[in-house]
Nanobody, 125 residues
Framework: QVQLVESGGGLVQAGGSLRLSCLAP????????MGWFRQAPGKEREFVAA????????YYADSVKGRFTISRDNAKNTVYLQMNSLKPEDTAVYYC??????????????????WGQGTQVTVSS
């Protein structure tokens, strides 16, 4: 069973930066679509960003476009989410997820096969 492990969350002031990491051990990682989702208190989980297996294609929610960057290092079985210009509304638990089976619908969380436990990001105003 693939187990994803997120790290890098924490408390940061508005305007600051954080980089989240997601370790996904296993041979299946390098061929999977990887995504980041987030869930704020009292809200549904929402799509944040996704990256294709090669890293050549990236996708972002409008709310984070231009501020967040997703990338991956297949040699390290790790996907990253660089978050800049953070806002209080970015406060949420962030989850990484892996979609192993094409076709890929990157923003559809029901398509993802494996999830991490989440890491808390808190942005203070």
């Amino acid at each position: 069973q693939v187990q994803l492990v997120e790290s890098g969350g924490g408390l940061v002031q508005a305007g600051g930066s954080l980089r989240l990491s997601c370790l996904a051990p296993g041979r299946t990682f390098s061929s999977s679509l990887m995504g980041w989702f987030r869930q704020a208190p009292g809200k549904e989980r929402e799509f944040v960003a996704a990256v294709s297996w090669s890293g050549a294609n990236t996708y972002y929610a409008d709310s984070v476009k231009g501020r967040f960057t997703i990338s991956r290092d297949n040699a390290k079985n790790t996907v990253y989410l660089q978050m800049n210009s953070l806002k209080p509304e970015d406060t949420a638990v962030y989850y990484c997820a892996a979609d192993l089976r094409p076709p890929y619908y990157y923003s559809d969380q029901t398509r993802y096969d494996y999830w991490g436990q989440g890491t808390q990001v808190t942005v203070s105003s």
